[in-house]
């Protein structure tokens, strides 16, 4: 009985969700406001190991969109921390938090109008073990899945805004 309750409740709920109108954001190559934007965006340099790990990152969500003409240029500033927390009776720290903030802006090239300001971050934990050479395997590798994070969260909100909220 539940099983044939369960099938046109399904159903009903699959046909209220094609009605509502969800539309990816850009659509890999199909001409958009989104992908348009995306391909004109160019990534200023951005200093350090942690800069050149999110303008990589950036770089390669963009390129996937396609070219177009630079007219907009994203200047990205990071704020890369390493805290100690979880501290023993020894006062040895066992656990660590990284954690990578980027103070981002989308700038008109030509009027240097700066169309869009945000801040994008994420933060990710370390343990802290005998191994010093482990740790500091630990701390890059989560450097690296940050600058993952941040990118995206920085592509995603280019692409939302260019989709709807722009000038």
Known sequence: MIRALGAPAL??????????????????????????LLAAVRVAPIPDRAGFLVRDRIESRLAAVGEAAARYRLEVRLDDRIEGFGVRGDNRIVRERRTLRARWRLVEMGTD????????????????????Y???AAEVAALERLAEAVADEIVARLATWARGGRR
């Open 11 to 36: 159903l009903a709920a699959l046909g209220a969700l094609a009605a509502c109108a969800l539309r990816p954001v850009y659509d890999g190559g199909v001409a958009s406001d989104a992908s348009a």
């Open 113 to 132: 109008a700066v169309l869009l300001e945000a801040v994008a971050g994420s933060d990710a934990g370390v343990d802290v073990v005998s191994s010093e």
């Open 134 to 136: 482990a740790v500091v």
